[in-house]
């Protein structure tokens, strides 16, 4: 039986939550939590441009994108719930904001993974972050209308943007994905319309699992081809002892 929460992953796009946190969804469900995927859009814009060459209408490309996120999500033993909030632009709005405190409070997950607040190569990537973030806070609320009880404090965890060097992305958690590393590999193969991007996070998967391997000592024996993820804390760590 499952010891904690579930996992609670908001993510703009559906290539999102499978190229930065496949690996720790993967972990997650192999542990026997359960981890839910709120994907806000369909990515029908700004993140599939090779089905708009291919001379799709907007249904269809959401359509792709829907089955190619119910796919990866299943490779990776999640739920996922689609909101088609909008693509580029992301667009808040009262019933979408309503629709995620819902969503929180009747989770209350143990721990959130979102997108980290600075994109400029996507609009739609920190708009994701803040409103899981407005949310969060929200369905903590007591006054805020809504269905079920209030959450606690979850700890949020921002994945790694594409590209972190002009992001202002420090990580500072490397998580150890080894043990579900061909879970994820799976579900980055489901998605056909950005499959050019399938390389990169491989190599990006070793490149953190070597700096997983160098921060880690020889106690966690760590294997050879290790592979990790790279996230940073939102909010502090609460701990009686430091380790």
């Not at 559906?14 to 192999?30: E, H, N, Y």
């Amino acid at each position: 039986m499952p010891t904690k929460g579930p996992l609670l992953v908001i993510t703009a796009h559906p290539g999102d939550f499978v190229w930065r946190a496949g690996g720790a969804i993967a972990l997650a469900t192999q542990s026997g939590q359960r981890a839910v995927i709120a994907c806000l859009s369909f990515g029908e814009r700004g993140e599939s441009a090779s089905l708009w060459r291919e001379g799709h209408s907007l249904d269809e490309v959401k359509a792709v994108r829907r089955e190619e996120g119910e796919k990866a999500a299943g490779a990776l033993g999640a739920e996922v719930v689609f909101f088609d909030a909008g693509d580029y632009p992301l667009v808040e709005t009262p019933e979408l904001t309503r629709s995620l405190v819902d969503l929180y409070r009747s989770l209350h997950p143990s721990v959130v993974l979102t997108h980290a607040p600075n994109d400029p190569y996507n609009i739609d990537h920190p708009v994701a972050g803040q409103i899981a973030l407005r949310t969060r806070i929200l369905a903590q609320a007591a006054g805020v209308p809504g269905d079920g009880e209030v959450i606690g404090a979850p700890p949020v965890f921002c994945f790694e943007p594409h590209q972190p060097e002009v992001c202002d992305f420090r990580p500072d958690v490397l998580l150890d994905i080894t043990p579900v590393w061909e879970l994820k590999l799976s579900a980055m193969r489901s998605l056909g319309a950005q499959g050019h991007l399938v390389e990169y996070y491989s190599d990006l998967s070793r490149r953190r699992g070597v700096q997983a391997k160098r921060n880690s000592g020889p106690n966690l024996g760590l294997p050879v081809d290790a592979y990790a993820e790279a996230y940073q804390r939102v909010y502090p760590q609460v701990t009686s002892e430091l380790d």
